[in-house]
């Protein structure tokens, strides 16, 4: 977990929570119209949203791997 997760208050988000609000956080930089300091705010927000989402990923892909690991022991032996 990043500082930049903890200083988002991100860190804690599963995964469709971090990704819906990450959908959101894109249609609002795409809509323009925020000022700059609006827009970086913003994609920090984003920055650490797109994080936690890997993070949730890449615990869900050691877990699939793991699966398949112990179904392919089981049917070697």
Known sequence: MSGQEKQDGVADLDYETARNELVEVVRKLEAGGLSLEDSLVL???????AAVCERHLAGARTRVE???AAVESVVKS
Request: aromatic residues 10%.
């Open 43 to 49: 994609w920090e927000r984003g920055e650490a949203l």
């Open 66 to 68: 793991s699966a398949l």
